[in-house]
């Protein structure tokens, strides 16, 4: 990732003035995080993949993070800003939930069945992908903003590489392709939680007068 995404300023009030746009996003982008939160844990258990697993608990997560979203959206800056911590550390903990259980995995686990992995990460990959481009004019908002978007792009990256996994363990009748796949999953889960809590505190930091300083008054 690179570092321009952390490089913006915290938004004045009136940045946050299509709302009702960006609340039927997030309803959108909720239904869809949780509809295939179901299919890839269904997917994870015939497939057998941790991969699919830690997808599958991420886009539960995602689903979570709408819904908090969606009931801070008009608060002020300051609990947006908590929200957006909340789910920073949610992703910094499914970062370190999936690295503990590739490490497990390493002595433990067995191949999965590639076919059924690549179908499902296709699958993730569309509805990530129509995710993704619905919120991406809204990447450059406040933390609780970008906490979102960062987290459907992380998805999208996460849903190749799992499709990337299904055809190495495809070739090469081994599981370490899954676990190599889970273990970017959970780098790009603390990356993307880290950006998110720096950002967040930051905000958290400036007077509340700051946060209409700009502003239509």
């Known amino acids: 990732?690179?570092?321009?995404?952390?490089?913006?300023?915290?938004?004045?009030?009136?940045?946050?003035?299509?709302?009702?746009?960006?609340?039927?996003?997030l309803w959108v982008a909720l239904i869809v995080n949780a509809a295939m939160f179901a299919v890839e844990?269904?997917?994870?258990?015939?497939?057998?993949?941790?991969?699919?697993?830690?997808?599958?608990?991420?886009?539960?997560?995602d689903a979570l993070n709408y819904g908090v979203s969606l009931a801070v959206l008009a608060a002020a800056l300051a609990w947006r800003a908590r929200a957006?911590?909340?789910?920073?550390?949610?992703?910094?903990?499914f970062g370190l939930y999936v690295l503990g259980s590739a490490l497990w995995a390493v002595w433990n686990g067995h191949p999965p069945q590639a076919l059924t992995m690549g179908a499902v990460g296709?699958?993730?990959?569309?509805?990530?992908?129509?995710?993704?481009?619905?919120?991406?004019?809204?990447?450059?908002?406040?933390?609780?903003?970008?906490?979102?978007w960062l987290c459907t792009r992380n998805d999208a990256i996460g849903n190749v590489a799992v499709m990337l996994a299904a055809l190495g363990v495809f070739s090469t009748g081994h599981a370490?392709?899954?676990?190599?796949?889970?273990?970017?999953?959970?780098?790009?889960?603390?990356?993307?939680?880290?950006?998110?809590?720096?950002?967040?505190?930051?905000?958290?930091?400036?007077?509340a007068a700051h946060d209409h300083g700009h502003g239509s008054h």
Not at 47 to 56: E, F, Q
Request: with cysteine; net charge neutral.
């Open 1 to 25: 990732m690179s570092a321009h995404c952390c490089e913006h300023d915290t938004p004045a009030a009136e940045a946050l003035r299509d709302l009702p746009r960006y609340r039927r996003v």
């Open 41 to 61: 844990v269904i997917g994870s258990a015939s497939a057998g993949s941790l991969a699919l697993l830690a997808d599958a608990i991420d886009f539960a997560g």
């Open 84 to 93: 957006a911590i909340a789910k920073a550390i949610s992703m910094i903990g």
């Open 122 to 148: 296709v699958l993730a990959l569309v509805a990530n992908l129509s995710v993704a481009w619905m919120l991406y004019a809204f990447r450059e908002g406040d933390a609780n903003m970008r906490s979102v």
């Open 176 to 207: 370490w392709p899954d676990l190599l796949v889970a273990s970017l999953m959970a780098a790009l889960a603390l990356h993307g939680g880290w950006q998110v809590l720096r950002q967040a505190r930051g905000e958290l930091g400036v007077p």
